[in-house]
């Protein structure tokens, strides 16, 4: 059987801009606000990399480095993202 998935406007991460994100990506996971989205990256400010998750529904990360400016992470690196925290 066929699906056909229809492509919708402003879905997927714009749909997620100015949200705090989380993203899984190949080596690290990134989370912070999500402010900008191109053909190549995104854009993360109030950004952190988080080197232990603890639960996923924890209020917190176990743990999370601040980053000291706004961060860019490619897409290409970018596996699965959402709405965490």
């Known amino acids: 059987m066929k ?5 919708v406007k ?3 991460l714009l749909k997620l801009l100015g949200h705090r994100v989380t993203l ?4 690290y996971i990134y989370t ?3 402010t900008g989205v191109n053909e ?3 854009l993360l400010s109030n950004a952190a990399i988080v080197y232990e998750t ?3 529904m924890d209020a917190k990360w176990k743990e999370a ?3 000291p400016n ?3 992470v490619q897409l290409s690196a970018i596996e699965s993202f959402g709405v965490l925290r």
């Open 54 to 56: 603890g639960g996923l």
């Open 70 to 72: 706004d961060w860019y």
């Open 3 to 7: 699906k056909i998935i229809e492509e």
């Open 40 to 42: 190549t990256c995104v």
């Open 32 to 34: 912070g606000t999500l």
């Open 24 to 27: 899984f990506c190949l080596n």
């Open 10 to 12: 402003e879905e997927g």
């Open 65 to 67: 480095q601040s980053l």
